[in-house]
């Protein structure tokens, strides 16, 4: 029996996140990119309302460097982005982490404003959100009821 001999495929690697950045940039600003999470960034969804606009504020003081990438999805919940590391322990009632397979649309850089899904704060210069700050900056607000993801993210349980 002779044994077939297997082949592999070689693809290039994924860019990086500045080419990322630049397709969002070119995207008109009707247009979103789905993207998955677990390549350039996690995400962590949490409430949005005035009380995630106090935690923006508060991330803006005190992540040094200012707050990360942050999409308000425009349903009541804010989507923050984090480096891919996996959520190593993430366990607050106030966030969700969220990684691979998950698969998010983000919008045009362009798009600052709803209706819609829209930057609260702009990828465009590549700075992600500190998951530790953002823990501290929910604990800091009290942020501890659990984001309602089935709204955003249907195929995830909610509240998980």
Known sequence: MTRRRETAISLPPPPDLSDVIRLLTALPESVGLQLPCGVWWDIVVTRGASTGQD?????????????????????GLLLWL???????????????????????VLPSLRRIGGPGPYWATSLAFGQLTDPRFLRAGLDHLGMTDPPDTGKALPEL????
């Open 82 to 104: 984090v480096p891919a590391i996996g959520s190593r322990g993430w366990l607050h009632p106030g966030g969700v982490w969220v990684s691979r397979p998950v698969e998010i």
């Open 157 to 160: 349980p909610k509240g998980d």
């Open 55 to 75: 935690l923006i504020w508060w991330m803006r003081r005190n992540q040094p460097g200012g707050c990360g990438a942050v999409v308000d999805d425009d349903h």
